[in-house]
């Protein structure tokens, strides 16, 4: 089950330029047509075709990948192939590796780790994943903006997936957004979870803050996205309780400054 | 029928030497042992003087100073059994093992072929004269009877088939039931030294007395059963399995990498063609290069699942031989599949159908393992451990592997660090859930915990002085989750202030 909140407000996010100062930027181009819509986030049910996403997270936290193993295990119900999920040595050392008995359950038996030394083997070991009939999804994971990962390499996978099928997330630690030809861009940090029923000081169910800053098909947006439980098999998306900004579709402005 | 060769080793010593040597000499072969060589096997001229099989080389010298003494090769004992199993298919579509002296062949239905029982014993005895082995063979209705006949009966002794084994080999002695030694010292002291005397007693008797002994070797009644063909006993037949292996003597040496590749796609060809004949395919495949200059570059490559593809096979090859040192050049390359399993004939794989549907898994893994190196492709698997760091091994990835999950009784963070890193804490109270942390140059305000999860060191494992962990859950006041725990707690007399640690992100 998922739950969407409206997040509290986006001069909250950690690190980020205040709310609004890209319209300064976007002042002369035509008045947007639409008003502020509601719309539900991109994914479940409700996303689109899309096989090459990227997500850039912290490495001090482990947002991006629990956002990316979400966004596959509802992208894949059902499937019992095996998936792989891909880190170079820089990400293990300041990420951490695989907790088998902390993933989601429906996932845990079917992981293939690949250690690779080097971002450029992780490449390669990405570059192979997805052209494997036989895999449900690929994850990789990768520090910073190594020189091997530049736009020829990125369109490269997602020529690769695009031609195969096969599904892939890659988590991008620490790493600015630099140019790359993922369908989908997702930046996501770590936001309060929900309070237990049973425990109010515990930690809860975990939330994040996701913040779709460029995609094809879709309107980008942000979105306090949380899961409970792992194994949600379908997003009921509730409507309401999402807010999206429809002004946040000013790419060049925001790729510009990135 | 069951042939014994009660001088083996001896017979195969004498063929590998020149016949020049005098026959009656006191030949004995030794083995070494922690208490100095003992004696394996001894001639009958050493017999005679009082060698004995099983007695020390010292001992037996002492009895008999003029012995002649080599090293016994049970290794090559053993091999030369086997090509005799093999050889012995000239009398029976199947033929087994009996180490370490002795082969069983099944000649049921095959007698008519050679004129008869007798004709076809009396020429498995003139087979054997000629490879210059000591031979007794017998023939019976079961394979019990017959190793009680050839190694205990009459020589040339047989059996015919409506005889009753119990009635026919009554005489023999209980040795002829292939028991162990300890059980035979046990009928001896029961009284019970021919088979005849275990049937004169009850059956019930027997089975109460060897009720537990679920070993053939260690019951007599179930040897009986077998002897007289009321259990079956099934025999496991030897099969001859050539290694796939084919080769190429270049006419110039090779010292260019094009030629080389060449010549690897003409060895890779033949190769899959030659399983492809034996409905195999290889897992193992070793490539050997010899050099001009006296060198052999060898290499392995091993595969996750039988293949035949050629194209597959030069590419993980192409891997290994970058950078291999050809020398003056190659004059010879081999390719061999040491390791094959059955892989039935399909529809070869089209280019085009390659390129859409994409490659296999076990492809896959191969192409990974030869690039990033075979430890680097793995699988967690849970281990019993409650240390949440040996609680998961990993291993090479097979998911056919069935594995049973603990039970989560308390939440597991996503990941885990491959070291827990030190943090410093600002404690609330001296003895609890620290309010602040530092960790990686970032202070982290606790604003929600869980915990603690106390897991005590495995005693059996580390040191008397390792301290317990109490785990926590946290959230900070940004919403990042961790894993941390505390080493040790205040006063366990094991070392000083407990430590803080981070070890886990949660998701």
Redesign the interface.
């Given at each position: 089950m998922i739950r969407f909140a409206p997040p509290s407000s986006s001069s909250a996010r950690?690190g980020g330029p205040p709310a609004g100062w890209w319209r300064g930027l976007a002042r002369h181009a035509a008045p947007d047509p639409c008003p502020p819509l509601r719309q539900p986030p991109p994914i479940g049910a409700a996303a689109p075709r899309c096989l090459h996403s990227e997500v850039f997270a912290r490495a001090?936290?482990?947002?991006g990948?629990?956002l990316a193993?979400m966004l596959a295990n509802l992208a894949t119900p059902g499937d019992t192939r095996?998936w792989l999920w891909v880190q170079d040595k820089a990400a293990?050392?300041r990420?951490?590796?695989?907790?088998?008995?902390?993933?989601p359950a429906p996932l845990?038996?079917?992981?293939?780790?690949?250690?690779?030394?080097t971002p450029a083997?992780a490449l390669?070991?990405l570059e192979?994943?997805v052209?494997?009939?036989?895999?449900a999804f690929v994850i990789g994971e990768l520090a910073g903006n190594p020189a091997a990962l530049d736009f020829t390499a990125s369109r490269r996978l997602s020529l690769a997936a695009e031609?195969?099928g096969?599904p892939l997330w890659l988590v991008r630690l620490d790493a600015r957004h630099d140019l790359g030809s993922a369908r989908m861009r997702w930046d996501v940090?770590?936001?309060?979870?929900v309070?237990p029923r049973w425990?109010r000081?515990?930690?809860?169910d975990?939330?994040w803050?996701a913040d779709l800053f460029r995609a094809h098909h879709v309107q980008p947006g942000q979105w306090i996205l949380g899961?409970d439980g792992?194994g949600a098999g379908a997003a009921t998306a509730d409507h309401g309780g999402v807010v999206s900004d429809a002004g946040a579709r000013s790419l060049a402005a925001r790729a510009a400054a990135g | 029928m069951a042939a014994w060769f009660p001088t083996l080793a001896l017979d195969r010593w004498r063929r590998g030497q020149p016949p020049a040597d005098p026959p009656d000499q006191p030949l004995v072969l030794v083995g070494e042992t922690a208490h100095g060589p003992r004696i394996t096997a001894a001639s009958a001229p050493a017999q005679a003087a009082g060698a004995r099989a099983g007695m020390l080389l010292a001992d037996a010298r002492a009895l008999a100073p003029g012995l002649v003494v080599h090293p016994a090769d049970p290794a090559a004992d053993r091999a030369m059994l086997e090509r005799l199993a093999l050889w012995a298919q000239r009398w029976g579509p199947h033929s087994a093992l009996d180490p370490p002296d002795g082969v069983i062949v099944d000649v049921a239905g095959v007698a008519h072929l050679f004129g008869g029982e007798a004709a076809l014993m009396a020429d498995a005895r003139a087979a054997c004269a000629g490879l210059g082995l000591a031979v007794r063979v017998s023939i019976a209705p079961t394979a019990g009877a017959a190793w009680a006949l050839a190694h205990h009966g009459p020589p040339g002794a047989s059996m015919a088939a409506a005889d009753d084994p119990l009635v026919a080999l009554r005489d023999l002695p209980v040795a002829a039931l292939r028991l162990d030694a300890a059980v035979l010292l046990l009928l001896d002291r029961l009284g019970l030294k021919r088979i005849g005397d275990l049937a004169t007693i009850d059956r019930a008797a027997l089975v109460r007395r060897f009720r537990d002994r679920r070993n053939p070797a260690a019951n007599p009644l179930l040897r009986l059963d077998q002897l007289a063909g009321r259990v079956p006993e099934p025999i496991l037949p030897v099969v001859a399995t050539p290694t796939p292996l084919v080769q190429r003597r270049l006419l110039e040496p090779v010292r260019h990498r094009e030629l080389l590749d060449r010549v690897l796609g003409d060895l890779a060809a033949a190769l899959v063609r030659r399983l492809e004949a034996l409905g195999q395919g290889a897992r193992r495949i070793e490539l050997a290069l010899w050099r001009v200059d006296g060198d052999v570059v060898v290499r392995r490559i091993e595969l996750a699942a039988p293949s035949r593809d050629p194209a597959h096979i030069l590419r993980l090859l192409a891997h290994r031989i970058d950078g291999c040192d050809a020398g003056f050049g190659f004059e010879l390359a081999r390719l061999s599949a040491p390791w094959a399993e059955p892989l039935a004939l399909t529809q070869a794989d089209l280019d085009a159908a390659a390129e859409d549907h994409g490659t296999s898994l076990a492809g896959c893994i191969d192409r990974l393992r030869v690039r990033l190196g075979a430890a680097a492709v793995a699988m967690p698997v849970p281990h019993a451990s409650h240390v949440p760091e040996r609680a998961q091994r990993w291993v090479a990835p097979d998911l056919t592997l069935a594995t049973q999950d603990e039970l989560a009784f308390r939440a597991r963070p996503l990941k885990l660090l491959d070291r827990a890193e030190a943090i410093a804490v600002i404690h609330q109270a001296p003895d609890g859930l620290p309010r602040l942390f530092r960790w990686r140059g970032a202070v982290h305000e606790i604003t929600r915990a869980e915990g603690p999860e106390r897991i005590a060191p495995e005693w059996w494992r580390e040191k008397g002085s390792a301290r317990l962990h109490d785990y926590y859950r946290i959230e900070d006041s940004s919403g990042r989750r961790y894993w941390i725990y505390r080493r040790g707690i205040a006063g366990d007399g094991r070392g000083g202030a407990p430590e803080w640690f981070l070890q886990g992100l949660c998701a």
């Open positions: 950690r001090d936290e482990a947002s990948a629990a193993l095996p293990i050392r990420a951490g590796r695989p907790c088998r008995a902390g993933l845990r038996h079917r992981l293939i780790h690949v250690a690779a030394d083997d390669f070991a192979e994943a052209r494997c009939r036989d895999l031609r195969h096969v940090a770590a936001a309060p979870g309070p425990n000081d515990a930690p809860g975990p939330r803050r899961d792992y | -």
